[in-house]
């Protein structure tokens, strides 16, 4: 059956935070022990059911560009959604997302709906959730914290922000 909806979602943040495996996870429900499998692909899709409409979610990774600083205002253009992923147990990678937010500002439509993701939530941390919700909220994102080894809170991350994504359509 033909979708009604296409998204297009960007995944950004710093290197190594899990941004492919998350998008693994949503998308085939499934976690690469080599995630170098994955470099090279620009975008995966799945589709889901929202509101009694079909949303095929076109989700972008990175490809390894966050490294040099080399995410083009291509990757950005025509996203309607961001999932901006730092990683709990290093504090620098949440410390960037001020850094990344600034980026979806300069490069992203207006009206990009955001979801900050804090992955690995299987292991110990370095960042509160209250930490990250304060953040979240003073900058207008949506807040989840996820493991994608785990799966925990990957699926209902990812379909929040199409719904709300949609709600904007
Ligand atoms: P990217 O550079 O942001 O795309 O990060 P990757 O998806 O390649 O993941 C970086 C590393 O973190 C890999 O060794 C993954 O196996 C590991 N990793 C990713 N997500 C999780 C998670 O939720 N929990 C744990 N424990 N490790 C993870
Ligand atoms: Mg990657």
Do not use: C
């Amino acid at each position: 059956m033909e979708e009604d909806y296409v998204f297009k979602i960007v995944v950004i943040g710093d290197s190594a935070v899990g941004k492919t495996q998350l998008l693994g996870r949503f998308t085939r429900d499934e976690f690469f022990l080599d995630s170098k499998s994955t470099i090279g692909i620009e975008f995966q899709t799945r589709t889901v059911d929202v509101a009694r409409r079909r949303v095929k979610a076109q989700v972008w990774d990175t490809a390894g560009q966050e490294r040099y600083r080399a995410v083009t205002s291509a990757y950005y253009r025509g996203a309607l959604g961001a999932v901006l992923v730092y990683d709990i147990t290093r504090r620098r990678t949440f410390e960037h997302a001020a850094r990344w937010v600034d980026e979806l500002r300069a490069h992203a439509d207006k009206s990009i709906v955001v979801m900050l993701v804090g992955n690995k939530a299987d292991l110990p941390r370095a960042v509160s959730a209250d930490e990250a919700a304060a953040f979240a909220e003073e900058q207008g994102l949506f807040f989840s914290e996820a493991s994608a080894l785990s799966g925990d809170n990957v699926e209902r991350a990812f379909l929040r922000l199409i719904e709300e994504i949609h709600a904007n359509v």
